[in-house]
Each structure stands twice: as structure tokens, then as C-alpha cells.
């Protein structure tokens, strides 16, 4: 099926550094959502974005929409070890269904 | 507010027999998706109904798989004859319409074929 791509796809960071992490795509969303999601259990949601150049914060996470709709940043500022995890971006369809097609996903290990 | 719910949270069953999922949304979504997820890679969109309707199934959905949504509540997903390539997570989620259209995301149902 199709998918968006990330990346990087997996990363080491010490605790305390900022993490960057993006998503691109072939096609337009007119919605960008974020996802982490932790061994055996389902993907949470982390920030939604409605609006081209919209930037959005949740505590230490801030996600930006591409001004050209096909991409999207997600920021983690002075990771902690309990933002380990994989997270996944996700786009909403436009074209006449509303499906939202995820992303490869990105892996973080953060090094304590 | 209760989120999405997912029933059972693991399965183990043999290859041929069938499996049945239910999923339980947020009482006032209207859509509500079924994805799967295999070890590795992102969620895989099968299919999603708005209300009771199925809108679009993904050609991953083989004539094995079905899903329904009767009176546009809680919603099932039924695989016969069951294959070890069934083996993966399956995830519902659930939405609103209009404006604020994120979906949020059920704990999943594990699937084991052996």
C-alpha cells in the first residue's frame, strides 16, 4: 500500500538534545497528523496540523505544515529517555475519500 | 471520555479458522478505519465507513475480509480462513467529519495464525 516517507528512519540522541525528524510526499494533504507509538500498542496522537505554514506545539513537540502541502517537520526539544519510540506521520486524502496514509516511521532510541 | 476500544487485545488461532474484531469508537466519530500493521513498517489502510456506510476498501482487503458497521456504532472485522500471513496488528481509529478530523487510535488487536 502506499506510504509516505520519513526520515530519518531511525536515530540515537542523548537525553537532552533536540530531535528534527520530517515527511514527505508525492501528494497534497490538506491534514498533517503526528503519531508515537509504543511496542504493542496503538499509534497516540501527538499534534494535528490543518493549515499550510501552520506551526503547532504540544509541551516539548513542535510540528510544522509544509507551505507546499507535501511535507511536514515534527521537532522534540531536550529529549527525555521516555521519548523513545517510533513515530509516524500521517496525511489525510483529498481526493474524494478521507483515509489517512502513514508514514515509514521514525525510530528514536535516546542514550540516558 | 472513553477513547477507542478494541476487543480481543491478542488472538491466537489456527490457520483456516475464523477470526472476528470488534472496535468501539468515540461515541460521536462518525468515520471510523480499520488498519493493519505488520512488524516495522507504518499502518496499512484497509477500509473506513462513515456512519453505517463502507466507503472504500483497500485491494489489501481480499474477498477473506469483511467489516461492518451496523447502525453506524461499534464496528467488526470478520477474516475466514485465516493464513499465517494474517499475522499482524489490526488497528481501528476513529474520527469526526468535519472541521477537527484527526483520527485517534484503539490499543489494536494482535493476531497470531500458527
Known amino acids: 500500500g502506499q506510504q509516505l516517507n520519513q526520515s530519518p528512519q531511525s536515530m540515537f540522541i542523548q537525553e537532552g538534545e533536540d530531535v528534527s525528524m520530517n515527511c514527505t510526499s508525492s501528494?497534497?494533504?490538506?491534514?498533517w497528523l503526528w503519531y508515537k507509538q509504543d511496542p504493542g500498542e496503538g499509534p497516540v496522537l501527538l499534534i494535528a496540523?490543518?493549515?499550510?505554514?501552520e506551526l503547532t506545539s504540544n509541551g516539548r513537540l513542535t510540528a510544522q505544515f509544509g507551505i507546499t502541502r507535501k511535507d511536514s517537520f515534527l521537532n522534540i526539544s531536550a529529549s527525555i529517555p521516555s521519548d523513545v519510540g517510533i513515530y509516524f506521520c500521517?496525511?489525510?486524502?483529498?481526493?474524494?475519500?478521507?483515509?489517512?496514509?502513514f508514514g515509514t516511521g521514525t525510530r528514536l532510541k535516546v542514550l540516558a | 471520555d472513553t477513547g477507542v476500544s478494541q476487543d480481543p487485545r491478542h488472538k491466537i488461532t489456527k490457520r483456516g479458522q475464523n477470526v472476528t474484531f470488534r472496535c468501539d469508537p468515540i461515541?460521536?466519530?462518525?468515520?471510523l478505519y480499520w488498519y493493519r500493521q505488520t512488524l516495522g513498517q507504518g499502518p496499512e489502510f484497509l477500509t473506513y465507513?462513515?456512519?453505517?456506510?463502507?466507503?472504500?476498501k483497500s485491494r489489501l482487503l481480499s474477498d477473506r475480509f469483511s467489516a461492518e458497521r451496523p447502525k453506524g456504532s461499534f464496528s467488526t472485522l470478520e477474516i475466514q480462513r485465516t493464513e499465517q500471513g494474517d499475522s499482524a496488528m489490526y488497528l481501528c481509529?476513529?474520527?469526526?467529519?468535519?472541521?477537527?478530523?484527526?483520527?485517534?487510535f484503539g490499543q489494536g488487536t494482535r493476531l497470531t495464525v500458527v
Open positions: 496540523l490543518y493549515k499550510a505554514g
Open positions: 461515541s460521536e466519530h462518525n468515520r
Open positions: 501528494s497534497i494533504f490538506n491534514t
Open positions: 500521517a496525511g489525510l486524502t483529498t481526493s474524494g475519500t478521507y483515509k489517512y496514509i
Open positions: 465507513f462513515q456512519n453505517e456506510a463502507q466507503l472504500e
Open positions: 481509529a476513529s474520527s469526526l467529519v468535519f472541521e477537527r478530523t484527526e483520527a485517534f
